[in-house]
């Protein structure tokens, strides 16, 4: 979840990380903090966002040719000056960061303590500071102090450490993502690509179990046991300028401006509308699939298992989490792992887990070079290029466009018209950009700011958008709202239902999922609940409707996708006018590394 930069061969070292850190700061902020070391070790961090770090570092000034920084989201020890990376020993010559769970924490720090260490934080982190200084004590170089105080380590950890008069940062990898910038003169460390990319397109992915020492010389990767290890440099395609706002109030709302190019990448080359078919990349075979993912890539798998089974593939969803513990029988099926990221650790985990019991495994994700794509027989990426603002909406909709092409590709249209399907997926990004330019999102939103909850309904594949939009309003504007199958209204949530309770139906098309959705419309609107309906005007459901928000007409595949794109905009919307931080959600992060 955290976020770890670091720099060595710069003049500016200060701010170089506060730049990573802004660049990193959707990973968590609930406290920042910077260590700079070269002859002695300065180092400044503050509970709260990056600008109250900004702030400390006014009244007074750090230098150091070599540094580390961490943005936080707190998983041991509340968000305080105290807790706040990076930490310290007791000689205050050793600083390190961390992303991830130190699962022995509670027995080193035991140990520690009982050795004559004193801690100043609750964090797990804050051993591996006091492991370095033990091993340095005992006569041990630094590096081989860091490589044996990691060595002690259990659990998921991306850690950087600097010590006082080294001009090196020593970092290591086990289950949370680190990635090395080479520059022409510099070489960064980060947790994600954004932090270093205005510096360097170059970059070198770590894996599981390797460490890497970063000085004046350049870069050196090792296994922890000091193997050497020869990696590839690879290049980043999108540029530095794709993670700025762009004139935006917000990232989320220029990403979601941005989906028809998103959406145009994600179809360029797959698509042979002379033909009717869809090809994608990955070489695989789907008999029986079953999906792993969390969040909003779990509404994504749904979306896509749907798909499957209407091309006659038996096919299923699962939370990750859940299917790392509790891993179901696997035959002759494909494991698809879906993450934005392609760090998610519970995907991680279920991927690994289908993976030992022999599982044919698919990463579907929009990170070139995550460890999902690396461990994965296959990948399809989404291309989404990057997203920056912590609810995911560009990414989203790519994700159903790719789970469509890889459907086609391995199973046909099933119950749709292939040509039909094939043209609609074509005009996507042409009909989303319509729709942006004629939403009345806003004005629906506004109308609805002060309401008690939410339910959000739709059948078949508009289920999975219903929870999606949900799970956006409940993100980004703490209402309360629930996504739900529409024929489960009347078996229990019913009773919630008053009219101060919106009810967002999702309605295209005018099959009969369509005509028992509008069903459902009316025991609610029998009940005074305020309806906003998102259709594609084929049904009549907007008589029945205090609100409608219209999608261009097309295939019932790609309908989805667009009223997907309308719930943003009104979970937008209404998040903006309680004047919510919209990009950074209280206790919320970009990339949940951790299980």
């Not at 797990?124 to 006569?139: F, K, S, Y």
């Not at 941005?258 to 145009?264: F, G, I, K, T, Y």
């Not at 859940?322 to 179901?328: F, G, L, S």
């Not at 309806?531 to 989805?560: F, K, M, Q």
Request: glycine content about 10%; hydrophobic content about 45%.
């Amino acid at each position: 979840m955290c976020g770890i930069i670091g720099c060595v061969g710069r003049e500016d070292t200060l701010a170089t990380l506060l730049a990573g850190l802004d660049a990193l700061e959707y990973r968590g902020y609930d406290s920042a903090g910077v260590a700079l070391a070269g002859n002695g070790l300065q180092m400044a961090k503050r509970a709260g966002e990056l600008d109250a770090l900004r702030g400390a570092l006014e009244e007074r000034s750090l230098a150091g040719s070599v540094g580390i920084g961490h943005t936080r989201w707190s998983t041991h020890g509340a968000p305080t000056d105290a807790n706040a990376h990076p930490h310290v020993d007791c000689t205050g010559e050793v600083a390190v960061v961390h992303n991830g769970i130190i699962e022995n924490y509670q027995s080193l720090r035991e140990e520690l303590t009982a050795d004559g260490h004193e801690f100043a934080s609750e964090t797990d982190t804050e051993v591996l500071a006091h492991l370095v200084e033990r091993a340095l004590a005992g006569g041990a170089a630094p590096e081989r102090a860091v490589r044996d105080a990691v060595a002690r380590l259990e659990g998921s950890f991306a850690v950087a450490v600097v010590v006082a008069g080294v001009e090196a940062v020593f970092v290591a990898r086990q289950d949370s993502p680190l990635v090395l910038g080479i520059g022409d003169d510099a070489t960064y460390v980060a947790s994600d690509v954004p932090a270093f990319r205005e510096h360097t397109a170059r970059v070198v992915y770590l894996d599981d179990g390797e460490f890497a020492r970063l000085d004046a010389d350049g870069y050196a990767v090792t296994t922890l046991a000091g193997d050497p290890r020869e990696k590839q440099v690879n290049t980043v395609e999108w540029d530095a300028e794709e993670t700025g706002k762009s004139g935006y109030d917000h990232y989320m709302l220029k990403e979601i401006h941005e989906q028809p190019r998103a959406l145009r990448q994600c179809l360029r080359g797959r698509v042979d509308e002379l033909g009717g078919a869809a090809g994608v990349e990955a070489d695989v075979t789907a008999d029986r699939v079953q999906f792993v993912a969390c969040g909003t890539s779990y509404h994504a798998a749904l979306y896509g298992a749907a798909l499957f089974r209407a091309a006659g593939v038996p096919a299923q969803a699962f939370y990750a989490h859940e299917y790392a513990v509790n891993t179901p029988p696997i035959e002759d099926d494909l494991v698809v792992g879906v993450s934005q990221s392609g760090e998610t650790a519970d995907t991680l985990a279920a991927l690994r887990a289908a993976r030992r019991r022999g599982a044919a495994t698919l990463a579907v994700t929009n990170v070139v070079g995550s460890t999902m794509a690396r461990e994965c027989d296959e990948t399809l990426f989404i291309r989404s290029g990057p997203e920056i603002g912590v609810a995911a909406s560009k990414t989203f909709s790519a994700q159903l466009c790719a789970l469509n092409l890889l459907v086609l590709d391995l199973a046909g249209a099933g119950d749709t018209d292939v040509r039909d399907l094939v043209a609609a997926l074509r005009d996507l990004p042409g009909d989303l950009q319509a729709l942006l330019d004629n939403t009345d999102a806003g004005a629906v939103a506004r109308e609805y700011v002060t309401s008690d909850a939410f339910f959000f309904i739709g059948r078949g594949l508009n289920h999975p958008v219903a929870m999606e939009g949900a799970l956006k309003l409940k993100e980004i504007s703490y209402a309360h709202a629930e996504g739900f199958a529409a024929g489960e209204l009347k078996h229990g949530t019913l009773a919630l239902v008053t009219e101060e309770t919106p009810v967002v139906a999702v309605v295209t098309s005018d099959g009969e999922a369509a005509r028992k959705t509008i069903g459902n419309v009316k025991e609610v609107e029998a009940r005074s609940a305020p309806v906003i309906a998102v259709t594609d005007g084929v049904s009549d459901v907007g008589r029945y409707a205090d609100h409608v928000l219209e999608i261009p007409a097309t295939n019932p595949r790609t309908a989805a996708v667009l009223a997907n794109v309308q719930l943003q905009l009104f979970a937008y919307h209404v998040a903006n006018a309680l004047g919510r931080p919209i990009d950074k959600p209280r206790n919320l992060a970009k990339s949940v590394t951790v299980e």
